[in-house]
């Protein structure tokens, strides 16, 4: 099992910046690969970026060169540098483990962007 607790969602103005963290525990050793994802009400949740146990990233091609995923070990924490941000990355983001186990969700933490 691993947990995943979400933190650093709030409200900030067009092109401003925010910095989520999701802070992990459990079965650390069994997972593959972080990512954070988003959805909108009555959308899909869509992948933003997503970072692999050997540091490979990937990023959604809409928060490129915008957004920087990274973690640390030491702290067991990912986190999600969001900068030039826009009305249109106002969602629910949600951290997301892949392991050898299955795949495993935070709670969600809300991101308003006012224009």
């Known amino acids: 099992q691993v947990q995943l607790v979400e933190s650093g969602g709030g409200l900030v103005q067009a092109g401003g910046s925010l910095r989520l963290s999701c802070a992990v525990s459990g079965s650390i050793f069994s997972i593959n690969v972080m990512g954070w994802y988003r959805q909108a009400p009555g959308k899909q949740r869509e992948l933003v970026a997503r970072i692999a146990s050997g540091g490979t990233t990937n990023y959604a091609d809409s928060v490129k060169g915008r957004f920087s995923i990274s973690r640390d070990n030491a702290k067991n924490t990912v986190y999600l540098q969001m900068d030039s941000l826009k009305p249109e990355d106002t969602d629910v983001y949600y951290c997301?483990?892949?392991?050898?186990?299955?795949?495993?969700w935070g709670q969600g933490t809300q991101v308003t962007v006012s224009s």
């Open positions: 997301n483990a892949i392991t050898i186990r299955g795949n495993f």
